[in-house]
């Protein structure tokens, strides 16, 4: 019998065993390995005051096609935000988020005039007067580029907290190709700015189609679905601490390292393997194994993060807005910095929490600072609180609270990004029957996981055939 082991349990590791599925067919034995108690990784759906809650991930990009696909595969219902606009704290007001920008950057000076001070838009719109922008072959660093063709106010108020919602990490941390492949293409392909970069990427005529999907249940029930289709073992609490070749196979074990009083190893072997976890066990698991794409692993830096859920007795009024946005180092009027990087109103954002408890979600953390992140959970929840009573008046006590933290969550996708990634996947191509895939690979959203897995899963099945 053929035998997969997948390590790591997130979307990447569990589509990756579904996919393995399909190609292999019935008589595969597919084991998929997770350290942790709780399959899906970033993929966490809590019951919060009774009703599944998100406080992961809590939605993805619908425009591109690998998680929308994935969801329909799987017979679940999909579902798309309200009408409600995301604003943003900037400048000290809160203001609409601007359209007509490739996140953050913007197609006119005119489409940022309401986020920016008469000097940040006059600086907006002398950029392309500036030399004819031409990018060096490789990555380059993203916020310098940002503050020397349109100043730092747009980079503070308007990039940096868009970025912050994806990445915990800011413009200047970030590389321009890692995190804006789309800009940099069209500055290559002749786009002599950035501002007419920008405009090149946006649709001729505003699209109906809806930019984010999720899941009524909870993105959860794409964990439990993924699960059950793959027909996988699914083996939880259980560590793999070290991969090896085996000949043509492979060994794999389990658990903690042996020691003195504890010698005997739990192994297991495997005709290929797939490895669907963090850059730092990564790193750890191909030391002795890939050293190349180890070292390259190591070298990807990570943000930690914490949502922050309130269930708020029903009837509570909510901003006419999807949520808020909080640029680094906003204050109030009275000058107190805020904790938060963002919230999220759940209810009126998503229509399946129009009634019951009002949902909201606060997110805290950025690349670098911990702050906040230092407090316990009773502490974290009132630095929220306190946030949001001082952006919307809200104070009402809620009926429950929930804090969920993600150490290391977030990879950053820094200058070199790119270089590094290619580096691990061309030191992978050599060592058959092993593939990797999720969120430090090419993207940290939903649908760039997936498409990992299945390129993944389509590398272990073409081995095995062969």
Same mark, same amino acid.
């Given at each position: 019998?053929?035998?997969?082991?997948?390590?790591?349990?997130?979307?990447?590791?569990?589509?990756?065993?579904?996919?393995?599925?399909?190609?292999?067919?019935?008589?595969?034995?597919?084991?998929?390995?997770?350290?942790?108690?709780?399959?899906?990784?970033?993929?966490?759906?809590?019951?919060?005051?009774?009703?599944?809650?998100?406080?992961?991930?809590?939605?993805?990009?619908?425009?591109?096609?690998?998680?929308?696909?994935?969801?329909?595969?799987?017979?679940?219902?999909?579902?798309?935000?309200?009408?409600?606009?995301?604003?943003?704290?900037?400048?000290?007001?809160?203001?609409?988020?601007?359209?007509?920008?490739?996140?953050?950057?913007?197609?006119?000076?005119?489409?940022?005039?309401?986020?920016?001070?008469?000097?940040?838009?006059?600086?907006?719109?002398?950029?392309?007067?500036?030399?004819?922008?031409?990018?060096?072959?490789?990555?380059?660093? @993203?916020?310098?580029?940002?503050?020397?063709?349109?100043?730092?106010?747009?980079?503070?108020?308007?990039?940096?907290?868009?970025?912050?919602?994806?990445?915990?990490?800011?413009?200047?941390?970030?590389?321009?190709?890692?995190?804006?492949?789309?800009?940099?293409?069209?500055?290559?392909?002749?786009?002599?700015?950035?501002?007419?970069?920008?405009?090149?990427?946006?649709?001729?005529?505003?699209?109906?189609?809806?930019?984010?999907?999720?899941?009524?249940?909870?993105?959860?029930?794409?964990?439990?679905?993924?699960?059950?289709?793959?027909?996988?073992?699914?083996?939880?609490?259980?560590?793999?601490?070290?991969?090896?070749?085996?000949?043509?196979?492979?060994?794999?074990?389990?658990?903690?390292?042996?020691?003195?009083?504890?010698?005997?190893?739990?192994?297991?072997?495997?005709?290929?393997?797939?490895?669907?976890?963090?850059?730092?066990?990564?790193?750890?698991?191909?030391?002795?194994?890939?050293?190349?794409?180890?070292?390259?692993?190591?070298?990807?830096?990570?943000?930690?993060?914490?949502?922050?859920?309130?269930? @708020?007795?029903?009837?509570?009024?909510?901003?006419?807005?999807?949520?808020?946005?909080?640029?680094?180092?906003?204050?109030?009027?009275?000058?107190?910095?805020?904790?938060?990087?963002?919230?999220?109103?759940?209810?009126?954002?998503?229509?399946?929490?129009?009634?019951?408890?009002?949902?909201?979600?606060?997110?805290?953390?950025?690349?670098?600072?911990?702050?906040? @992140?230092?407090?316990?959970?009773?502490? @974290?929840?009132?630095?929220?609180?306190?946030?949001?009573?001082?952006?919307?008046?809200?104070?009402?006590?809620?009926?429950?609270?929930?804090?969920?933290?993600?150490?290391?969550?977030?990879?950053?996708?820094?200058?070199?990004?790119?270089?590094?990634?290619?580096?691990?996947?061309?030191?992978?191509?050599?060592?058959?029957?092993?593939?990797?895939?999720?969120?430090?690979?090419?993207?940290?959203?939903?649908?760039?996981?997936?498409?990992?897995?299945?390129?993944?899963?389509?590398?272990?099945?073409?081995?095995?055939?062969?």
């Amino acid at each position: 019998m053929t035998r997969v082991a997948v390590v790591g349990a997130g979307i990447s590791g569990l589509t990756a065993a579904y996919r393995l599925r399909q190609l292999l067919g019935a008589g595969a034995e597919i084991v998929v390995f997770e350290k942790t108690r709780t399959p899906g990784g970033k993929l966490r759906t809590a019951e919060l005051a009774g009703v599944p809650y998100d406080v992961g991930a809590e939605a993805f990009l619908a425009r591109r096609p690998e998680m929308l696909a994935l969801v329909r595969e799987l017979g679940l219902d999909l579902v798309h935000p309200t009408g409600a606009r995301a604003k943003i704290h900037a400048g000290g007001t809160v203001t609409g988020l601007p359209p007509g920008t490739v996140m953050g950057v913007p197609a006119s000076a005119e489409s940022v005039a309401g986020v920016l001070s008469e000097a940040g838009r006059r600086a907006v719109e002398a950029e392309t007067s500036l030399p004819e922008l031409r990018l060096p072959g490789g990555d380059v660093p @993203l916020g310098p580029l940002l503050r020397e063709r349109f100043g730092d106010e747009l980079v503070d108020r308007l990039v940096d907290p868009l970025l912050g919602g994806v990445y915990a990490g800011g413009a200047d941390g970030l590389g321009l190709r890692a995190t804006m492949p789309g800009l940099a293409a069209a500055v290559a392909a002749g786009a002599g700015s950035l501002t007419a970069a920008a405009a090149s990427q946006l649709p001729a005529s505003p699209s109906s189609a809806p930019v984010f999907g999720t899941v009524p249940g909870g993105l959860g029930t794409v964990v439990d679905r993924l699960t059950e289709l793959s027909g996988a073992d699914l083996r939880t609490g259980l560590p793999v601490c070290d991969i090896e070749r085996n000949g043509t196979s492979w060994r794999l074990r389990i658990g903690a390292a042996p020691t003195a009083h504890a010698p005997a190893e739990n192994t297991i072997d495997a005709d290929a393997v797939v490895l669907a976890v963090p850059a730092p066990s990564a790193r750890r698991l191909l030391a002795d194994l890939v050293p190349a794409a180890s070292a390259a692993f190591g070298e990807v830096e990570l943000a930690s993060m914490a949502v922050v859920a309130l269930a @708020l007795p029903p009837g509570t009024e909510l901003p006419a807005a999807s949520g808020i946005l909080i640029g680094q180092g906003e204050r109030d009027a009275a000058g107190v910095p805020y904790a938060a990087k963002a919230f999220t109103f759940s209810s009126r954002k998503w229509a399946h929490f129009g009634t019951g408890p009002v949902l909201v979600r606060g997110s805290v953390g950025r690349f670098g600072e911990l702050g906040a @992140l230092q407090a316990d959970d009773v502490e @974290l929840v009132r630095v929220v609180r306190d946030d949001l009573a001082r952006l919307t008046g809200i104070t009402a006590e809620p009926v429950e609270t929930l804090v969920t933290r993600w150490g290391g969550g977030l990879p950053q996708y820094g200058t070199g990004h790119l270089e590094r990634v290619e580096r691990i996947e061309k030191a992978i191509a050599g060592i058959p029957g092993l593939a990797v895939a999720g969120a430090t690979l090419h993207g940290v959203g939903l649908p760039a996981c997936v498409a990992t897995a299945e390129a993944a899963a389509q590398r272990v099945a073409a081995h095995l055939s062969a």
